[in-house]
């Protein structure tokens, strides 16, 4: 019988760490990875071609739309993260080896605290568990959801181990209930684990009234009997939603997660979840293992040099916004990016890596929609001011450095960033249409993109249509680099007069002494009359000295 599209057959690497070894559950997950591997793993793969600058306006504008979910950089914290995680993960698995009989031990242990009952006497025991917790904190939009399911991706999603005939869940990652709920945070996680393998387990336990501790129970069993490698839990914010769940009682919840499950758990939040870990620390309860990493927005830095040979050595944000900005599909792009938008983009982002690729894909579509076909300081700030308004307030936040402030907007969220998308691709679209009514070379598409392409390059003048038609009735067997060629020779010497659309019409030479008989607003008839008067002044002139000059001699 075939596996499930998600499950894969485990295939056992015996590991260095003498801890790891004759453990099926850590041998079968993939090795563990160097700097250059990870990187090469976490980076998204995104389709550019530099010729794909010229395609069809609607093609490039869902092209940029793709950097929203395709662009990904590792960074060091990403790294950090990633070895924190597989360190969990497989130090979980230690304690629970289903060759030594450890893990029918702890199936055995969830089951006795199942039957006689849950009460507060398990919600902190201390068991041989090496399941540590770890909080992840940071701003909306700082990449902590996706570095995390980034990171996890690099392992199966199920695992099956013929040997042992026994389903494995390297990871279950679950979001808080928007609720604030401890019982419905216990319920999400029955219905991943159905969701992931297709069981039963929610309606199983929804239909009887159990309580959160008894959930926890059931949790941990269930945890135990498919391997569950870490526990995710995101949104962590959510739970002090409910007025009535203390913080102690939220804490209290996470220590016996981790204690009685025996599973690593990595918390996932907002600021505004930070009292909940600063209160455990101030208690001084580390039974847990709990640590935190709390997650800051990129910083600009500033450029260090090589002691050795001099050469500079580029920021993190400084090498980010490099990478990010080769992925311009505008047909003016600037190929280096200047200091002068590179502050700007930091200041309006504040280095929230969310708002960085967001700005940069909204400039890209706007660029397209208005024509300009590059990104400027300029078209940066308008694209903060008009699209960016509900994410101000945590922003300014950000830039004044309050901490009451940040806490207060931390969930910085854009609605309507998908929507604005779609306006704009409308709106491209319909420039894209009155172009082509202008200008249609008979719905010849390689010649509108070959029209395209010169015109990025500089060529304005009213002859580029007429040269362009030219081309292919001559020359229509060429691909478009000897048609460029061929055309850009035309225009610079223009020396094909036979290309002209439609020649103007020379204006007729008329000679000065006909210019009266123009039209009387034409500047030759006037002046004409002017030249005309005066000699008629001149000639009555003369009369009336002849005149006077008969009338001396007669008198």
């Known amino acids: 019988m075939p596996l499930p599209n998600n499950y894969v057959s485990a295939v056992y690497q015996p590991l260095k760490p003498e801890r790891y070894q004759g453990n099926p559950l850590i041998e079968a997950l993939p090795p563990i990875m160097d700097r250059k591997t990870l990187r090469n793993s976490l980076t998204g793969k995104v389709r550019f071609d530099q010729e794909n600058r010229f395609a069809e306006p609607q093609e490039r504008a869902h092209n940029i739309a793709s950097l929203l979910d395709d662009f990904f950089q590792p960074l060091s914290m990403h790294l950090q993260l990633e070895e924190k995680l597989s360190i969990m993960i497989r130090a979980g698995y230690v304690g629970r080896n289903p060759a030594d009989g450890s893990l029918n031990k702890k199936m055995q242990e969830g089951y006795q605290r199942i039957m006689e009952g849950a009460t507060s006497d398990f919600r902190f025991s201390q068991s041989n568990s090496t399941a540590k917790c770890l909080s992840l904190i940071g701003c909306s939009g700082s990449g902590k959801s996706t570095t995390v399911n980034r990171i996890l991706a690099t392992y199966p999603e199920v695992i099956f181990h013929p040997d042992y005939n026994f389903i494995q869940l390297p990871y279950l990652r679950i979001e808080c209930p928007s609720d604030g709920s401890?019982?419905?945070?216990?319920?999400?996680?029955?219905?991943?684990?159905?969701?992931?393998?297709?069981?039963?387990?929610?309606?199983?336990?929804?239909?009887?009234?159990?309580?959160?501790?008894?959930?926890?129970?059931?949790?941990?069993?269930?945890?135990?009997?498919?391997?569950?490698?870490?526990?995710?839990?995101?949104?962590?914010?959510?739970?002090g939603l409910k007025r009535t769940l203390s913080k102690e009682a939220m804490l209290e919840f996470f220590v016996a997660l981790v204690n009685v499950i025996g599973v690593p758990v990595v918390l996932v939040g907002t600021p505004k979840a930070r009292p909940i870990f600063e209160m455990e620390l101030q208690a001084g309860r580390r039974s847990a293992g709990f640590g935190s990493l709390f997650w800051e927005p990129m910083q600009r830095g500033t450029r260090r040099y090589h002691p050795k040979t001099g050469e500079p050595r580029l920021s993190e944000w400084e090498a980010f916004t490099n990478k990010l900005w080769k992925y311009q599909w505008l047909e003016r792009r600037d190929e280096t990016l200047s200091d002068e938008v590179r502050d700007c983009w930091y200041d309006l982002s504040q280095g929230v890596l969310d708002i960085v690729v967001k700005i940069f894909v909204l400039a890209q579509m706007r660029a397209i929609a208005t024509g300009l076909e590059r990104i400027t300081a300029d078209l940066l700030r308008k694209v903060y001011e008009q699209e960016l308004i509900p994410v101000h307030p945590m922003l300014e936040a950000l830039r004044r450095n309050d901490a009451d402030l940040i806490v207060k907007y931390s969930d910085l969220h854009l609605p309507s960033i998908d929507k604005r998308l779609l306006e704009l691709r409308n709106l491209i679209a319909q420039e894209q249409e009155e172009k082509k009514k202008e200008v249609s070379f008979g719905n010849n598409e390689k010649a509108l993109r070959l029209y395209n392409m010169?015109?990025?390059?500089?060529?304005?003048?009213?002859?580029?249509?007429?040269?362009?038609?030219?081309?292919?009735?001559?020359?229509?067997?060429?691909?478009?680099?000897?048609?460029?060629?061929?055309?850009?020779?035309?225009?610079?010497?223009?020396?094909?007069?036979?290309?002209?659309?439609?020649?103007?019409?020379?204006?007729?030479?008329?000679?000065?002494?006909?210019?009266?008989?123009?039209?009387?607003?034409?500047?030759?008839?006037?002046?004409?009359?002017r030249k005309s008067q005066f000699y008629g002044e001149l000639a009555v002139g003369r009369d009336i000295f002849d005149m006077e000059a008969r009338l001396k001699q007669v008198g």
Request: charged residues 30%.
């Open 454 to 529: 010169l015109q990025a390059m500089g060529c304005e003048s009213d002859l580029l249509p007429a040269l362009v038609e030219k081309v292919f009735s001559e020359h229509s067997e060429l691909e478009l680099p000897e048609l460029t060629r061929i055309v850009l020779e035309w225009y610079k010497t223009e020396q094909e007069p036979t290309v002209l659309q439609k020649s103007k019409p020379k204006a007729k030479t008329i000679k000065s002494k006909e210019w009266h008989t123009l039209p009387p607003d034409d500047l030759r008839f006037k002046y004409s009359q």
């Open 182 to 239: 401890l019982k419905s945070l216990c319920l999400n996680f029955f219905r991943e684990v159905d969701r992931t393998l297709q069981t039963g387990y929610e309606k199983k336990y929804v239909r009887k009234r159990h309580g959160p501790e008894v959930l926890l129970a059931l949790m941990g069993q269930v945890a135990t009997q498919k391997a569950i490698g870490v526990l995710v839990i995101d949104e962590i914010q959510r739970l």
